[in-house]
């Protein structure tokens, strides 16, 4: 099989009645960034930025996410790199940020809500960020959104530091601000986040975990946690449809988007770019090359 499938490598990834399909990695670090570009990915559509935070006691400073991410955009040229903002929270505490003990960490401060409520780690990497956009085809993405006042803050913040660096005299771009779809509150609002967005990526992991009530680290709801349900397919067409009617792009990111099994129906749905681990890459280029997604 795997000799099969590596001849396949450079085959642009199109269905047989031509639909084009961006097949992107997801990454953690600078070196898998590398890893995934002898993959093959088209890009990347999730850079898990928490990896840059975790098992450390302080936090990464201006200088060194701008160079992380610098990196990154330039292993990518003519790509979309999308660089998710800090997913702190929930299964992933990091030291140098204190948050208080919680009961229900998975409904907790995570995600932007953690950065919306730290708006001075939260603004070192928005600049990081706007730094970093003329480096590549730079996209930014915020975790767990669940109202549109997230957008909202977010985008003043932007607003914030791109004035600063106006004021320091610090070369720096734009970039478009998109969200993660991984809430229920999402699906159910999605025109409304659509119309404030400028593109959807579907969290797949943590989607599936909340429409099903059922924790993604528990080995007991194993069978209830899994993206293929109806109610969790639901969610995604129901997502995906909202942006598409508003003219935006629809990505998934969470383990369902390398699933052969699964790939058929995101198509069907309208989604048109898939992140996943490098791995994951050549089974999910020969799903898109059989499938023909209207018949
Ligand atoms: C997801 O929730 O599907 C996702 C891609 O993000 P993470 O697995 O990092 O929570
Ligand atoms: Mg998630």
New binding site residues.
């Given amino acids: 099989e795997a000799r099969a499938l590596d001849a396949l490598r450079d085959r642009p990834p199109v269905t047989r009645d031509g639909v084009a399909v961006v097949l992107a990695a ?1 990454i953690g670090s600078v070196a898998d960034a590398e890893k995934a570009r002898e993959a093959g990915a088209m890009g990347v559509g ?1 850079f ?1 930025t ?1 990896f840059l935070f975790l098992d450390r006691a302080d936090l990464p400073g201006e200088e060194e996410q701008l160079a992380a991410y610098s990196r990154v955009l330039e292993l990518f040229p003519g790509h979309d790199v999308i660089i ?1 903002t800090l ?1 702190i929270g ?3 505490p990091a030291r140098g940020i204190q948050v208080p003990r919680e009961d229900n960490p998975f409904l907790g401060l995570r995600g932007i809500r953690l950065c919306l409520a730290r708006p001075e780690v939260f603004r070192i990497q928005l600049r990081a960020l706007l730094r970093a956009a003329p480096r590549g085809r730079l996209m930014v993405m915020l ?1 767990m959104v669940a109202d549109v006042h997230e957008i909202r803050e977010t985008r003043a913040m932007i607003a914030q530091a791109r004035a600063e660096l106006v004021a320091e005299g610090l070369a720096h771009g734009d970039f478009a601000l998109g969200i ?1 779809v ?1 809430t229920p509150a999402a699906v159910f609002c999605a025109e409304d986040l659509a119309a404030e967005a400028d593109f959807f ?9 909340y429409v099903m009530a059922a924790d ?1 680290t528990n080995p007991g709801v194993a069978g209830l946690c899994r993206a293929d349900n109806p109610a969790v397919l639901a969610a995604i067409a129901r997502a995906t449809a909202a942006a598409t009617a508003a003219g935006k792009l629809t990505g ?5 988007a390398g699933d052969p099994a699964l790939i058929p129906f995101l198509l069907r749905a309208g989604v048109r770019e898939l ?1 996943m681990s490098p791995a994951a890459l050549p089974r999910a280029r020969r799903a898109v090359l059989d499938l023909s997604v209207s018949g």
């Avoid at 990526?201 to 975990?209: F, K, M, V």
């Fill in positions: 997801n999730l898990r928490e998710r997913d929930g299964d992933k975790p993660m991984e990526s579907i969290g797949t992991n943590d989607l599936t975990q993604r998934v990111c969470g383990e369902a992140s």
